[in-house]
């Protein structure tokens, strides 16, 4: 059973010696190699060396990952099939992640190979594929998603997109995938197309793949997005900035917490004080998610950042935090 880790990042660049370690630590049972896909640029910041462990800059020799001047992201997930051929990552298993998904519990089993199975569980419905007003699967993406490799080689094949796409392959075959499953076919909350959106449909239509949900791992969103937007907290910043930014993110990003991306940066040394910090203005899942972290974080994080873990959830456990999503 060989399993290939595949994260796409270039923000952050401090927080990938922690991520590095904790997917070791979760995979250190099995037989696996991880991919880390990013940028020349963040590339220059990042010092880890192992030989389980591959850096990828280039989707291809002659051609370069391209960033938004103005938004800052980079579609990396739009190079995945060229990826994967040109550096033969050939494995039996892909394990698909987020740079913000932590471990907390090891590693136990495959699935089935029809069978998806996700080491965390989303809440809510967002972007679940609907057959009428049934739920035909949950939503399918890269937040600790092990996928047999043989139903992403047939989603490669089949010239499923992996990146963005204005028009999925839905779209361009309707009346035959409604027709074949005899209702209107959709996607729950539906906005825009995004990463995966198009291998998710797939899953759903083509493959008619099972989901097996088992909860060992904690998504600490924001650390990325914060970097990308408001560089300036990066290493450190004032309560009074603190409040604004979390005022800006919680009108577009509900879902973010600014205290979250704080003891994150603090636990990585990016920070070096945040005693400054009204930890009692955090959501109460801030806490909740960190203690989960804190079980086993001695385990593969550093002594001196499992003290400023430590540190962060003293400062959380002195107030209630407010209640959150």
């Not at 960033?67 to 990396?76: D, R, V, Y």
């Not at 550096?87 to 089935?112: A, H, N």
């Not at 914060?226 to 577009?252: A, D, K, W």
């Amino acid at each position: 059973m060989h399993i290939a880790s595949i994260t796409m990042t270039h923000q952050f660049p401090d927080g990938i010696d922690l991520h590095v370690r904790n997917l070791k630590w979760f995979l250190n049972a099995t037989d696996y190699h991880i991919y880390i896909i990013t940028s020349p640029k963040a590339l220059k910041k990042i010092n880890i060396k192992d030989e389980r462990l591959t850096f990828i800059t280039k989707p291809t020799p002659e051609d370069e990952f391209t960033i938004n001047p103005q938004t800052g992201f980079i579609n990396f997930w739009k190079w995945f099939p060229a990826i994967v051929k040109h550096y033969k990552i050939s494995p039996e298993w892909f394990l698909f992640m987020e740079q913000d998904l932590w471990f907390f519990e090891k590693f136990d089993c495959v699935p089935e190979p029809k069978t998806v199975k996700t080491f965390y569980q989303e809440k809510g419905d967002y972007h679940n594929v609907m057959l009428n007003d049934q739920v035909l699967q949950p939503h399918i993406w890269e937040g600790t998603h092990l996928i047999s490799a043989e139903v992403v080689n047939r989603a490669i094949d089949f010239n499923i997109g992996f990146g963005y796409r204005g028009k999925s392959f839905l779209d361009r075959n309707r009346e035959h995938y409604e027709r074949l499953f005899g209702g209107k076919i959709s996607i729950s909350m539906w906005t825009a197309a995004e990463t995966w959106t198009e291998f998710s449909l797939y899953c759903a239509l083509e493959e008619r793949v099972g989901l097996d949900e088992i909860e060992k791992a904690v998504h600490l969103q924001g650390a990325e997005t914060v970097h990308r937007r408001y560089p300036q907290v990066y290493n450190g910043c004032s309560q009074e900035l603190v409040e604004n930014i979390q005022e800006n993110i919680q009108n577009e990003m509900p879902y973010l917490d600014i205290y979250m991306v704080i003891a994150i940066f603090y636990i990585a040394g990016n920070w070096k004080d945040c005693k400054h910090i009204k930890w009692e203005s955090a959501n109460s899942w801030v806490k909740r998610d960190l203690h989960k972290i804190a079980r086993t974080a001695d385990q593969w994080m550093t002594k001196e950042e499992h003290g400023r873990l430590l540190e962060v959830l003293s400062h959380l456990d002195k107030g209630t935090g407010r209640s959150g999503l």
